[in-house]
């Protein structure tokens, strides 16, 4: 359904009000059919036989007394113009409108059919009083009688016990809200922990101390992590190894060939040589930083526009300039390592990609409370490539001619801008090139 709320918490509040609702209606339907009905069934009935006998006495009263029955007893002739059949009906009194019909009814089928009955509500009767008119024989003249029914008597604490009944359905739904908030409290730090891990964060252990299903989804998560964690770290083991095994016989290679006549007797393929193996250094350190999630360095309160200045000017003493458009930005807690190799990652590419146009931007979004970075380049662009995609491991983008990697730079700064809980975009530049865009929380 459309209208059903689509949270758990809120579905069962709702659930829980509803079956409260339905028992205190029950209980309201029992309530007048088994025990409100036949108790006002059992006053008309005897009701009906008092008014049986006065009206024999009546019919046995001398036509000389008839005057003085009359004037003591309100009996006319004529019905007054306010009286009916029927008792009026009220939605906003239903259960005084209920008794009435009730009482009116019964009283019809325990009286002989002379003696008939109207009801006369207070606003057509002269002093404001309802009464109900009975049609006795006065000496066997058929004369109307009125016994006037008292406020007090409609009633009978009906108010009383709808207020209780409410009080009743309010105290319910508190305690459900406060059960299911204790329910969900679970649910909620497992949702927070599933959060931290997608964003390669360590969501530690959760508590296994609630209900028995909770506990056990709680515990397999935890066994989760656990292997994630040992994955982590036997990937990071083996990388490390991997690059220790490659880079010593690299060391021992650029010692030859330091110590060999062959930089003096061929200097191009010397430097050719030690081109190659710093690219190899290069690609291993690529691996490893994808390697490091980053997780384990704790965030300190820091100055994002002075760490991207500092970079703007190493790259600026390489001769790449960027124009820098920082707006005020309020320092925040980040990874500092994990940020300066992310935003050089970033301001890289635009080098090696972009070439001219470089720019790097940054201004404070006060509606969402985060921090927006943007490294632009007025290079070829994103050349109708997919931007996602180029964010996955080892895709690369350009074409010929373009500077070669292992894929991984892009890969790695959206890997550390979810670590922070941020996002990484990549997009067509307006008016040539491409930008990409960071979003970190504040």
């Known amino acids: 359904m459309k209208l059903a709320p689509r949270s758990l918490f809120a579905r069962n509040v709702l659930l829980l009000v509803a079956l409260v609702a339905v028992s205190q209606v029950c209980a309201t339907a029992v309530l007048l059919h088994f025990i409100q009905t036949p108790r006002i069934e059992r006053a008309a009935s005897a009701f009906a036989s008092y008014i049986v006998t006065l009206d024999t006495l009546l019919r046995t009263t001398p036509p000389d007394a008839a005057q003085t029955v009359t004037s003591h007893l309100d009996m006319r002739a004529d019905l007054p113009a306010g009286a009916a059949p029927f008792t009026p009906e009220s939605r906003l009194h239903f259960y005084e409108t209920y008794q009435r019909r009730t009482f009116v009814e019964s009283l019809r089928r325990h009286l002989p059919a ?15 009083q309802q009464r109900l008119w009975i049609r006795a024989h006065l000496s066997d003249e058929p004369r109307w009688i009125a016994l006037p029914v008292p406020e007090a008597a409609h009633g009978d604490g009906i108010a009383t016990a709808l207020l209780l009944s409410l009080g009743l359905g309010a105290l319910a ?3 459900a809200y406060v059960i299911q908030r204790h329910l969900n409290r679970p649910l909620a ?3 927070d922990a599933a959060r931290r891990v997608s964003a390669g964060g360590d969501p ?7 209900p028995t299903e909770i506990a056990e989804v709680s515990d397999a998560f935890n066994r989760m992590t ?7 770290a036997t990937r990071a083991l083996m990388l490390a190894g991997i690059s220790h095994d490659i880079r010593t016989p690299m060391t021992k290679l650029r010692l030859a060939m330091a110590m060999s006549s062959v930089p003096s007797m061929d200097a191009s393929f010397a430097a050719s040589a030690e081109g190659y193996l710093e690219t190899i250094d290069t690609i291993l ?5 994808y390697a490091g999630s980053g997780a384990k360095e704790m965030p300190v309160v820091g100055d994002l526009n002075a760490l991207i200045a500092n970079l703007a000017a190493d790259f600026a003493g390489l001769g790449h300039e960027f124009t820098l458009e920082l707006g005020e930005v309020q320092p925040f807690a980040f990874r500092p390592i994990s940020m300066m190799r992310m935003l050089m990652n970033v301001m890289q590419n635009a080098v090696l990609y972009g070439v001219v146009g470089l720019e790097a931007r940054t201004w404070t979004d006060a509606r969402t409370r985060s921090v927006c970075v943007v490294i632009a380049d007025r290079g070829k662009g994103l050349a109708g490539q997919d931007p996602e995609a180029l964010k996955q491991p080892f895709r690369r983008g350009g074409g010929e001619g373009q500077p070669k990697g292992t894929g991984l730079g892009l890969a790695i700064v959206e890997r550390i801008a979810r ?3 941020g996002t990484l975009e990549l997009r067509p530049r307006e008016g040539g090139g491409a930008e990409v865009r960071i979003v970190l929380p504040l």
């Open 114 to 128: 002379d003696l008939l009955v109207r009801w006369q509500s207070g606003d057509t009767s002269d002093d404001g």
């Open 173 to 175: 739904t508190g305690t």
């Open 189 to 191: 730090h497992l949702a």
């Open 204 to 210: 530690g252990v959760l508590p296994n101390d609630g």
């Open 226 to 232: 656990a292997a994630l964690r040992e994955a982590d």
């Open 285 to 289: 350190q690529q691996f490893m930083d």
């Open 419 to 421: 670590l922070h809980g």
